[in-house]
């Protein structure tokens, strides 16, 4: 390669912004962020991921597995504190000219400062958060502006589910939107002894890991597994508080005592450990795009009962059983239980899905094409001769 082109590449610069930074250890975002800017530094991007700290000094960077890190600290708790960090970001990223990658709209209307510097901002829109209802209508009206803003002030918006890029023709042309899934790692072999240390046997539960709130359908899921004794376990992860949430206390009235209740497990390696040595897994999603908790099941080869809608039949596909109430998730689990063929066709047919749609190679990969739209055309060309 010449010393032009070396020069060229080095203009081959992404930031991202919107989530708490790299290494992940919040949620789905940062599992993104993480998994694309580990990629695009594989194939030769410089990186730059903004991170959130806390408290007060100066802004601070750092280098991470090849990916440069800006820390910005704040010193405002929860939503206030993001929307602070978020505005700092943009600020900074704004003294550059590189392509930046957005996580999220909930402060979209800070985006028109890259508008304003004629900065590429590529978006990705999540799902229709401004619609949940467990948010109250103030932040709901505040999600929603914010997401208009984002939508007008993106050049392109990443959308995590083909029917979220539908919705999102309402909000931007079509042209400027793409869809984007969300990815996950593949869990081939575990080793059993976390999941022992819980008390449990592989192959004897069945796992259900979502926040315990109605859009979930964690009560319904729970309910129709404790109609009948099963001979296994359901693992209900999330963290319950039945003494100051009714919900919660509904859900664990309704229990029977093979339903589990160890409280939330962070550990990665150990939830990945859960859900390969489970019989199948609970969605009860009936909200937002590609869910992060169901492309992790199917990566580890899961039978799945799953929420009837519109998102999970397009992520699960054959590799579910659909439900719409307690009774079908109480016929369901009887079948799978009682149906060692079907549990592997179930399972064969998820981890298939997985495979050809949702790894993190393939994700990052589409994200990357996406990018290379906005490098500067000598820029493309020095790429395209060193790939």
Known sequence: MTSSSQTLLHKKTIRILGTHGVPANYGGFETAAENIALFLRSRGWRV???CQGEGNGPVTEDVWQG?????IPVDLPGWKGTSKFDWLSIR??????????????NTGIYNFWQRLY?????????????????WGFAKQAILYVNERFAALFGNHLIADHPEIETYLWTRAPKRKISTIAYGADPVQVMDPSGVEALGLKSGGYITLIARPIPENSIAELVKGFSARPRGCNLVVLGSFNPDQDPYHAQVMESASEEVLFPGAI????????????GLAYLHGHTVGGTNPSLVEAMAAGNAVIANDNKYNRWVACDGALYFTDAQD?????SSLLADQELRSRLGAASLARFEAEFTWE????????????????ETQSAAALAS
Not at 67 to 71: A, G, I, N, P, S
Not at 92 to 105: M, V
Not at 118 to 134: C, H, K, Q, Y
């Open 118 to 134: 004629g900065i590429p901002n590529v978006i990705n829109m999540d799902g229709i958060e401004w619609a949940r209802s467990r």
């Open 329 to 333: 998730v109480d016929k369901h689990v």
């Open 362 to 377: 393939r994700v990052a990969g589409q994200y990357e094409a996406l990018l290379s739209r906005y490098l500067e055309p």
């Open 92 to 105: 900074h990223a704004c003294q550059f000219k590189d392509i930046n990658l957005t996580f999220g709209y």
């Open 67 to 71: 990916v440069e890190r800006v820390t």
């Open 48 to 50: 730059v991921v903004y």
């Open 266 to 277: 962070y550990d990665k390696l150990l939830v990945q450990a859960l859900r390969f040595h």
